[in-house]
């Protein structure tokens, strides 16, 4: 298996333009979870989905972002409007049913908004 | 709210030393407290995985340890090569399917 595919690798934006960051979880896998990593705040969950419902979204920081998972095997991130404090890397993950099992990362998508 | 600490925050040790790295958290009521490595630019792999029923796991020179009781763990690093060196980070799942992540350590190992 390929692990967890994640487009852009980088994304460089300005101000008030709209980003989407995809992801492809692995094959089988029924919970995908989206991350974003800064300096200041280190790994925060976004939001996660199981079986393609979103299940808890109390991490998405604002109306700003909005996240969806039209099939078991694609999800988007979306930022409109983009702002320089959205600035991170975000992160897809995904994992097998069952909560005792392992999250694979994605290697991510590094985001820059000018 | 769960909290994970993760102490120190960055640790610098000549290559062959024998290394212990420290994860602490709030909330005893875990799931499982899986340890992640992260390269400069990179995505997390995971190391280790520990289920709330179990003590310790073991793969190749690591070792991490589990007291659930007092809200803790430690990820044994034996013989430290310079390819060692990234930043360790734990995590912890609680009930609700969330996972709570540490800062992380940052490991430098010197040739």
């Given at each position: ?10 994304e460089v934006t300005e101000m008030g333009q709209e980003v989407t ?58 930022i409109q409007p983009s702002e ?29 908004v000018l | ?111």
């Amino acid at each position: 298996d390929a692990g967890v595919i994640q487009s852009p690798r980088h994304e460089v934006t300005e101000m008030g333009q709209e980003v989407t960051l995809r992801c492809k979880p692995i094959s089988g896998h029924n919970s995908l979870f989206w991350y974003r990593q800064t300096m200041m705040r280190g790994l925060e969950l976004l939001i996660y989905f199981n079986n393609n419902v979103p299940i808890d979204d109390s991490g998405m920081p604002e109306d700003r972002f909005s996240a969806k998972m039209p099939n078991a095997s694609f999800s988007t991130l979306k930022i409109q409007p983009s702002e320089p404090r959205d600035s991170a890397v975000y992160f897809c993950a995904s994992r097998a049913a069952g909560p005792y099992n392992e999250q694979f990362f994605g290697p991510g998508t590094r985001l820059t908004v000018l | 709210k769960q909290e994970v600490t993760q102490i120190p925050a960055a640790l610098s040790v000549p290559e062959g030393e024998n290394l212990v790295l420290n994860c602490s958290f709030t909330d005893s009521a875990i799931y499982n407290l899986q340890w992640f490595r992260q390269d400069p630019g990179k995505g997390l792999t995971s190391l280790l995985l520990i289920q709330s029923s179990q003590r310790e796991q073991t793969s190749g020179r690591l070792n991490a340890s589990l007291d659930k009781s007092s809200g803790r763990s430690t990820l044994y690093i034996a013989a430290s090569q310079p390819g060692d060196s990234a930043t360790y980070l734990c995590a912890v799942k609680g009930d609700n399917n969330d996972m709570r992540f540490g800062v992380g350590t940052r490991l430098t190992v010197k040739p």
